[in-house]
C-alpha cells in the first residue's frame, strides 16, 4: 500500500511557478498510478493529472493542459507537479493519490490512497 506525502506548496503571483512534490512510501509504488487532485474552498475535488506506473501514459484536466506537467521517479519513490503560468483560479489545496486501477481516472473513486494536502495560493 501505498502511502503519499505531498510538499512545495505556498503563495506565487499570478503567472509564476510551483513544483508540487510527493513522496510515496510503500512496495507498490513502481506499479500504482499517480495523480493529482485539487480542491477549491467551497468546491469538489477535481482532478488534476495522472501518469502511469511506467511515466509513459499521462493525462490532464483541460483547464491545466498546456501550463502543468507531471512526472514520476520511481527509483525514488515521487512524483511531482511542475505548474507553470499559475492564475488565482488554481488556488486550492493539492492532493496527490495513488491507485491500482490499470487505466488513468479522472475520478477520486479510482484511488485509494491519499496524501493530506499542501496549499496552493495564487495571488492576482
Known amino acids: 500500500q501505498v502511502q503519499p506525502v505531498e510538499s512545495g506548496g505556498g503563495l506565487v503571483q499570478a503567472g509564476g511557478s510551483l513544483r508540487l512534490s510527493c513522496a510515496a512510501s510503500?512496495?507498490?509504488?513502481?506499479?500504482?498510478?499517480m495523480a493529482w487532485f485539487r480542491q477549491a474552498a467551497g468546491k469538489a475535488r477535481e482532478f488534476v493529472a495522472a501518469?502511469?506506473?511506467?511515466?509513459?501514459?499521462?493525462r490532464y484536466a483541460d483547464s491545466v493542459k498546456g501550463r502543468f506537467i507531471i512526472s514520476r521517479d520511481n527509483a525514488k519513490n515521487t512524483v511531482d507537479l511542475q505548474m507553470n503560468s499559475l492564475k488565482p483560479e488554481d488556488t486550492a489545496v493539492y492532493y496527490c493519490a495513488a491507485g491500482r486501477a490499470s487505466y488513468l481516472s479522472t475520478y477520486t473513486s479510482g484511488y485509494d490512497n491519499w496524501g493530506q494536502g499542501t496549499q496552493v495560493t495564487v495571488s492576482s
Open positions: 501518469i502511469d506506473w511506467s511515466a509513459t501514459v499521462t
Open positions: 510503500g512496495r507498490t509504488f513502481s506499479s500504482d498510478s
